[in-house]
């Protein structure tokens, strides 16, 4: 919890914060968060503060064990206070699944950038379910900025995880199997290298099935961000399709944000943009 919030920013299972998953909890060898051969877990995703944080671990067992707890802290410039982005977590999940509507795991408005989830879906044990497509949404675009392949090619998985398990810096599965004749998966993808930038605002969802026909017991989605509740940008003006390809380039006070936009789910081109203000 951030100083000035009084609401959790960080509020998710271990099993899910350390990407480990909820069915089995296998070595895990992400670059940012995992848990190693010899049974530590670990985060290394930094926590940016301006007016301090509270780090709580609530623990709801009756077994007694022993814990160690290590921090690293490090001062942070002042002028890198200004436009701080904050580490936030969303975990959204269906239950019971609801059909023909998918799953909403990130609603987030402001600046920021998405940098992970970690997901665990259980349901026929033809593993169908694997068919559900992501799309994430960036600045309020009427266009998809991303409109996925199916669920497993999130966590380059392809064909239901023909390979089984496995674990790497970015990307992992870190189980897949079946339980009273049910499918079981759980898997992580950290975008690093890839994130998804957003400046005013994001939505991110996914499909359970090829049209969200696909009964599951278990789906559920937590989303790993960096966010500035205030927009990076401000829309100006709506400009002309030609307008827009004159403006392309322009690096002034100006810049002209998805020329090519269209409908939310079927991408027909518009003739017109919006142009925004840095």
Known sequence: ???????????????????????????????????????????????????????????????????????SVSDLPEEDKEGLLKLRTQTSSYDPVVSGKPLNWLTAEGSGKLIGLQQNIAGSSTYNFLEG????????????????????????????????????????????????????????????????????????TIEHGPNNDTVTDITDVTAFYYQNETPSIQEVQTVTAEEAEQTEGIVSDFDCYGRLEGNYLYDFVAESARRYES
């Open 1 to 71: 919890t951030y100083g000035n919030e009084s609401f959790a920013a960080v509020d998710i299972s271990f099993d899910r914060f350390f990407a480990v998953g909820i069915f089995e909890h296998n070595i895990t060898n992400g670059l940012t968060q995992g848990l190693s051969e010899d049974g530590i877990l670990y985060c290394y995703l930094p926590i940016p503060y301006d007016n301090g944080v509270k780090i709580e671990i609530i623990y709801k067992g009756t077994a007694v064990y022993d814990a160690e707890i290590c921090l």
């Open 133 to 204: 497509d992501e799309i994430i949404v960036c600045d309020g675009n009427p266009s998809m900025t991303v409109h996925g392949t199916g669920t497993e090619d999130i966590y380059c998985g392809a064909w239901y995880f023909t390979d089984g398990m496995f674990s790497c810096d970015y990307i992992g599965c870190t189980y897949i199997g079946s339980y009273e004749g049910t499918g079981r998966v759980s898997a992580y993808r950290f975008y690093v290298l890839d994130q998804y930038n957003f400046r005013d605002g994001i939505e991110a």
